[in-house]
């Protein structure tokens, strides 16, 4: 971390290595995901930890964009199948659910889409489309390089880099698709 502890210089070293991350992905990895939302009947997706938080977000985007979205574990998930589509976080490369869930809907017939970091994974193997965001997770806090001055803690800038990125995938979709913000809108709870 800064020496500094001026909430403005931390929030600049954020800010710009997310902003680096997202500079770096593959300009085609928001029309691999439109294309794979796009033909899938319904969606589920996973993750762990923080990267579940950000998983959820993105299903709750999802259904916001028409999309027949849910997360696994949740007790009103669908199974999937032939024509559905996985979506899972494995920032560090794999994790045994991750890995796992993603065989169940291979074998189901579904599609699987990876978000992860290191590409060279067991999740990324396993995975029929794989979006790599190439940032600095918890795995990395065990290869002995120490962080860069100001960097996020453990996989804070994966997190914030799917967080943000799972906006700007549904900003595509909904530009693809063609639907209007109040279409949006409308499918927001009123159980608030």
């Known amino acids: 971390m800064p020496q500094s502890s001026d909430l403005n210089v931390l929030a600049h070293h954020a800010l710009s290595e997310v902003g680096q991350v997202l500079a770096a992905l593959d300009p085609s990895a928001p029309d691999r995901f439109v294309e794979e ?27 916001h964009a028409g999309v027949h979205a849910s997360v696994v574990g949740d007790m009103s998930a669908p199974p999937l199948g032939a024509g559905d589509l996985l979506i899972a976080s494995a920032g560090p490369g794999g994790f045994s659910t991750v890995n796992a869930l993603l065989g169940v809907a291979r074998a189901a017939g579904a599609r699987t889409l990876l978000f992860t970091a290191q590409p060279g994974g067991p999740a990324a193997a396993l995975a029929d489309t794989v979006v790599v965001v190439p940032a600095r997770t918890m795995a990395d806090d065990h290869d002995g390089a120490p962080p860069t001055p100001g960097s996020l803690p453990m996989g ?5 880099s799917v967080w943000l990125l799972g906006d700007l995938l549904i900003e595509a979709l909904v530009a693809r698709t063609g639907r209007r913000p109040e279409e949006l809108s409308a499918r927001h709870t009123n159980l608030e």
């Open 156 to 160: 804070s800038v994966y997190e914030l």
């Open 37 to 63: 939302v796009t033909r899938a009947g319904r969606v589920a997706v996973y993750g762990v930890g923080r990267e579940g938080l950000t998983m959820r977000a993105l299903a709750m985007r999802l259904y």
